[in-house]
């Protein structure tokens, strides 16, 4: 068991200790009644796979199946035996080597094997030896399992031509007793994991009887102000009130630990107003001054302190150079702004203002910015009171890409990452992302890795505040990337949403507190993909947008609101398909399955309603940070359908109040995306870096021109006709 996750997640409950209790005499009375489990395996034959397949080639050479993916579809088809009842999940195993690796794998079963819905399995890593791989069918295809006959079995490999696969030894066999023990340890760790959700869920939905409505900094003290609701109160609840600090490291909805509870501040209460004050000292490098400190009204109830209010953030403290803060002023105002993503120096500044760009994004990864120790080329610097060694050769060449817009007059985003490497994994990434995830959350339960990430987040905050033109300049901060789809963009392993949701938020108000320090104009941005209702996600991996801000709202409303925007990604309704005026699965109300720009005026709505405005009823901005249209350069209609899906995205933007900018994904074509070409551009040469314009590029630099009716008049009737 990992201990530290125990001692993450806080006290086990007596009916967790009951639970594993249960669990280990279970597995220990299956482990006496099934001793010999690998007398039950039952061999799969491989071999003539190739007989019933698509786009793969099939050799057998002494018990070794070798596999060619021929193109971007490859599965094949075997039959799956009875399977007898066991009182252990059934396994499917073999061994592979595979130099390349393979993701996006899906397992079908049962009759109608083309049609029915498909399960995802898990990735095979890249294997240059011989590796075991199971799958625990009981998961996976229970239909499998209980069937009692023979069943069709479809695996698809992935959708890149050209993987190499190589297969032997397949089996499915009685899970063993080692996996029987890992399994009830995950069990286990689900279980803690229900908790916690149900502890965030009434601390989200619970009735308090105080509040801290406002903390300013005044004369060297943090001044609280708040009120007390209940209208019998006694007076000994009102002597014991105390105001204390939550950690950085801490989930507001767990139990205030001891040393928490060390420092606390006493209230004054005036009775006839049921109102309540509080100064905490706060000088410059008070740890009461920390990112992500948050503060909470307590009483004392039975020797045991209590929470009265929710924890409240305060705003962020300017940074305190005058100076600075002038150098810093507000970026001209946004509306329907034609930008850009995967800004890099091989752009010239003079091409980005030819293109007509107001808004661009960049990528930025965030790990192995800061360490503690010393490492070559890195430079000393204090941070939050603590001194580190700061990456500065990686920063300049991150310089150059910032600068670039930056010099054309462009308002530039940063898109903060965490790559993911479960064989590496960086000191600030959460130790359960999974190896399925691109990138991983940062780890925001252990105060260590809480002081990292704060103090890369306040590096990158002052360096690109604007007050050093050398470096350039960020305003807006899109926090991870596509965090509905999270198991893919932002992994912490599989968590109930109310958890996911507690460490992400915890995330934003980071970058949000480093961010405006430096710069009162920044703005931090929640990524969205295109899949803001859906009802078929993945159990504790993905989950619904429109859910996703609903609960970010209300801790807005909670914990104290600060300025976020979203960073929305409409992508048509496939990918594959640029003329999203034909897609289906939209509509125009706030339970659509999905918003792309055919109905991008349902989010221009949501924004508008009361409960999403910020506290003081500011519409909050939607920037639509990544989007493309497929079209390959040498498919005219293709091309043709992208350059009037272009010119039609702008009559829908400018309907949106709330739509800041849209940074088109991507300026050129990209040979790693699966086959689409988004590009404005082609595929980059050696001949032309920035690949072949395609006639999107010239589309796109005349719209918000003069010349913008000439190429609406040429394209009209592709959307009209269609």
């Known amino acids: 068991m990992n201990r530290s996750f125990t001692r993450r997640m806080g006290r086990l409950t007596l009916a967790t200790v009951l639970f594993t209790a249960w669990l280990i005499a279970s597995a220990s009375l299956t482990f006496s009644q099934e ?63 595979c130099a390349q690796g393979i993701t996006r794998m899906e397992w079908r079963s049962g009759p109608g094997i083309h049609r029915p819905p498909a399960a995802a399995l898990p990735d095979m890593p890249s294997a240059e030896g011989w590796t075991t791989y199971t799958l625990n069918l009981n998961q996976i295809a229970p239909s499998v399992v209980h069937a009692n006959r023979e069943l069709p079995i479809r695996i698809d490999l992935g959708n890149t031509p050209g993987i190499r696969l190589q297969v032997r030894s397949v089996v499915v066999r009685p899970m063993n007793s080692e996996e029987l023990r890992r399994r009830s340890e995950a069990e286990h760790e689900r279980h803690v994991k229900e908790e916690l959700a149900t502890q965030i869920d009434r601390y989200q939905s619970r009735t308090w009887i105080a509040r801290i409505e406002s903390i300013g900094l005044d004369a060297g003290d943090l001044h609280l102000i ?80 209590q929470p009265m209010s929710p924890a409240v953030y305060p705003p962020p403290v300017f940074d305190q150079h005058a100076s600075l803060r002038q150098a810093s002023p507000q970026t001209k105002p946004l509306h329907a702004a034609k930008g850009l993503t995967c800004i890099t120096n091989r752009f010239s500044s003079q091409q980005l203002v030819d293109l007509g760009l107001e808004h661009a994004s960049v990528n930025l990864v965030v790990s192995g910015l800061v360490s503690r120790t010393e490492r070559p080329g890195w430079e000393r610097v204090k941070v939050h009171g603590q001194w580190w060694w700061v990456n500065e050769p990686r920063l300049k060449q991150q310089d150059r890409d910032i600068r670039t817009a930056s010099d054309a007059g462009i308002i530039v985003a940063a898109i903060l990452l965490i790559p993911n490497s479960p064989r590496n994994p960086a000191p600030i990434a959460h130790p359960q992302a999974s190896a399925a995830g691109t990138y991983a959350m940062p780890n925001l339960n252990d105060p260590q890795a809480v002081e990292q990430y704060a103090a890369a987040l306040e590096v990158l905050a002052r360096r690109y505040s604007g007050s050093f033109p050398q470096h350039g300049r960020l305003d807006h901060w899109i926090v991870h990337n596509e965090v509905d789809y999270g198991w893919q963009w932002t992994n912490m392993g599989e968590q109930p949403m109310d958890v996911f949701m507690d460490h992400y938020v915890r995330s934003m108000r980071l970058v949000d507190s480093a961010a405006r320090r430096h710069n009162p104009h920044a703005r931090v941005f929640v990524s969205l993909t295109h899949r803001w209702n859906t009802v078929d996600n993945q159990h504790w991996k993905t989950y619904a947008p429109k859910k996703m801000l609903q609960w970010l709202i209300h801790d807005s409303h909670l914990e104290g609101d600060f300025p976020w925007g979203i960073a929305y990604h409409p992508y048509p309704q496939s990918l594959w398909k640029a003329d999203f005026w034909n ?140």
């Open 35 to 97: 001793p010999n489990v690998q007398s039950a395996s039952i061999p799969i034959d491989w071999s003539s796979i190739g007989q019933h397949s698509n786009q793969i080639a099939v050799t057998e050479e002494q018990g070794t199946i070798s596999i060619l993916a021929e193109g971007s579809d490859p599965y094949f088809r075997f039959q799956m035996p009875a399977l007898p009842k066991s009182t252990r999940d059934w396994i499917l195993e073999l061994e592979y080597f």
């Open 226 to 305: 708040g009120s007390i609701m209940s209208d019998d109160t006694d007076a000994s609840l009102i002597d014991s009130t105390h105001v204390i600090a939550r950690a950085p490291a801490s989930i507001s909805a767990v139990r205030l630990t001891d040393q928490e509870t060390i420092q606390k501040w006493p209230v004054v209460f005036d009775r006839a107003t049921r109102r309540f004050q509080a100064a905490i000292p706060a000088a410059e490098g008070s740890p009461w001054m920390q990112p992500g400190t948050r503060f909470q009204l307590v009483h004392q109830t039975d020797g045991q302190w």
């Open 583 to 722: 897609d289906r699965k939209v509509t125009d109300d706030f339970d659509t399955e999905l918003i792309t720009i055919k109905n991008l005026q349902v989010l221009d709505r949501f924004m508008h309603l009361d409960s999403t405005r910020t506290a003081t009823g500011d519409l909050r901005a939607v920037i639509c940070s990544e989007q493309g249209f497929h079209a390959d350069e040498n498919d005219p209609e293709q091309l043709e359908t992208q350059a009037a899906a272009l010119l039609l995205t702008w009559q829908k933007l400018r309907q949106c109040p709330s739509i800041l900018a849209f940074d088109y994904h991507r300026p050129s074509d990209h040979p790693n995306e699966g086959g689409l070409r988004l590009g404005l551009r082609g595929l980059p040469s050696n001949e032309d870096r920035l690949g072949k314009p395609k006639p999107a590029w010239e589309v796109y630099s005349a719209i918000g021109t003069d010349r913008e009716s000439e190429f609406v008049r040429r394209y009209r009737s592709v959307w009209e006709s269609k």
